[in-house]
Nanobody, 122 residues
């Protein structure tokens, strides 16, 4: 069992930056691929980024590529999402999730956090 808790969301102006964190419980964090997803009001949850178990592989959605960096610290059981040059369309609830495989498909993730709200004003 893995419990995930996101933090770092908030209100930011367009062009600003935020760093999201996701803290995981348990001693098996390093055995999971970690992903970030987001869901805007009235829209389906969408993939943002994923990082492999040792951090050597990362993937990004085209909508955030070049503006977002995912990283992880296995010693701290934490995954991060650094978001720069934020746009109003980035407004959403951001979720972290854990999976046994490296995938962009949300239904392949076994554990989810409750999310953190990111609001970007124009």
């Amino acid at each position: 069992q893995v419990q995930l808790v996101e933090s770092g969301g908030g209100l930011v102006q367009a062009g600003g930056s935020l760093r999201l964190s996701c803290a995981a419980s348990g001693r098996t964090f390093s055995t999971y691929t970690m992903g970030w997803f987001r869901q805007a009001p009235g829209k389906e949850r969408e993939f943002v980024s994923v990082i492999g178990r040792d951090g050597s592989r990362t993937y990004y959605a085209d909508s955030v590529k070049g503006r977002v960096t995912i990283s992880r610290d296995n010693a701290k059981n934490t995954v991060y999402l650094q978001m720069n040059s934020l746009k109003p369309e980035d407004t959403a609830v951001y979720y972290c999730a854990a999976s046994q495989i490296t995938t962009t498909r949300s239904n392949s993730y076994d554990y989810w956090g409750r999310g953190t709200q990111v609001t970007v004003s124009s």
